[in-house]
Structures are given as C-alpha cells and as structure tokens.
C-alpha cells in the first residue's frame, strides 16, 4: 500500500533516562510494554478483554495518554513511541494512577500499523503534534502524507475516526488536503474541526500557545462500507 517503504516518520534523538523511568522499563514496564514480533497483535492476550482499541502514534512523555484513558475506561489504548524516555515516563504514570487499559509498543509506528494492526480493527487513531518536518524535502516523512494516510484510514473499524492536532499550519492544511483526498475518510467538519471536550492540553500544548503558535485540529471519520484501496 505503501510506495514510499523505508522511509522513517521519526529520529532518534539522545535523551536522559530519569532513575524513576529506568525503574519503570526494567520492572514494572513489562505489564504495560508489548514485544513486537511482526505478528498481528492478540487483544485479548494484551489487555485481557476485547474492548474498541484507540490507536496513539507518538505520545510524546504520555500526559494525554493516561488522562486520556483514565477518563474512559471502557476503551483500551495502544500507545506507540520509540523514545525510550517517553516509554519510561507513560509507564511510571500508569502505574501510579493504576491504570489497566493501556499498552504500548516502544517500536517504529508505521511497522505496526503494517504488521500488528490489522484492517478495520481501531474505534480511533490519535494523531497529537507529530513531528511536522518543516522542510520540504522533508515533507515525505510526515504522518499524514499521501500512501500513508490511506494505511491509516484502512485500520480504522466503520465508524472510527482519525483526529489530527498541529500547531503548524503549513501541516495542518497539507493534512486536511491529504485526509480529504481519502475516500475512506469523511470529514465530521466543515474544514478544521473545534477541540474535543475530552483531550487534555499537553505542556508542549501549552508552550506552543505561549509562543503565539495557533492549534489547527481535524477528526474525520471511517465511511461506513468504505473498502480500503485494492481490497
């Protein structure tokens, strides 16, 4: 589905593990962190239920990751991040607030959409400040780009939405351009949509607020009976 394979959505940046996350990741990580082998994930097997399952690609330290899943446990959520001390932070405040319905693959997001994540399985995807690789020629490494977008949509059960935050405008109107193009999507909005009630404002949120950067938010949803593209 994709054309453009090989191409990382992420870098790998150096960052200081705190003793606290160290403690999370060599503990008690290991009720939370799920080992990717290439398989398709066992929900059951992972959470222990079969609950809708939201999907979050780069929870960043995780702050609205737990809120997030603390205020609705009816929902299971699968947090995808490959910064180890993210990982360590998510998993020491899951632990603190004692929270069951979240699990996490420390791995690169668009290997597990291919491999773990199978069609029409997800009630949502969470797309919140991705990395917006503001260059040009590094615009083909974006989240939500063409090919990549459509492997997105293809994950999400009828009825399930994707919803999109940047505080960058320029990705924030490629993305409506990429996500409208989709056939599989319906846009709920006219245009960019107002924030949702439920997701909580983030520190980097905030900073970007303080610096005078805009929030720019999309939530489309899955066509009921829409197929994915060959399928």
């Known amino acids: 589905m994709m054309s453009d394979k090989g191409i990382r959505t992420y870098v790998l940046r150096q960052g200081r593990i ?6 999370a990741l060599e503990g008690d990580g290991q009720r939370f962190i799920l080992p990717f082998d290439g398989r398709t994930l066992d929900r059951v097997a992972a959470f222990g239920r079969d609950a809708p399952l939201v999907l979050e690609i780069g929870f960043g330290m995780g702050l609205a990751t737990w809120q997030i899943a603390l205020g609705h446990p009816e929902i299971d959520y699968l947090g995808v991040e490959v910064h180890r001390p993210g990982v360590g932070r998510l998993v020491s405040d899951l632990i603190a607030q004692e929270l069951s319905n979240v699990r996490i693959y420390n791995h690169d997001a668009v ?19 991705p990395d917006p690789w503001p260059k040009k020629r590094h615009h083909k490494r974006r989240l939500i780009r063409p090919g990549l977008a ?20 320029d990705y924030a109107l490629s993305a409506l351009e990429t996500l409208e193009s989709v056939q599989m999507l319906a846009n709920h909005h006219r245009g960019f949509a107002s924030p949702q009630s439920w997701r909580p404002e983030t520190k980097f949120e ?21 197929a994915p593209a060959g399928g």
């Open 18 to 23: 705190t003793d606290a996350q160290r403690r």
């Open 111 to 129: 290997e597990i959409l291919e491999k773990a994540i199978p069609e029409d399985s997800l009630a949502g995807i969470h797309l919140f400040y």
């Open 150 to 169: 459509e492997l997105l949509a293809s994950r999400l059960e009828a009825g399930g939405y994707l919803y999109f935050v940047t505080d960058i405008e």
């Open 206 to 226: 905030s900073r970007a607020a303080a610096a005078g950067r805009n929030r720019w938010e999309l939530y489309f949803g899955r066509r009921a009976g829409a």
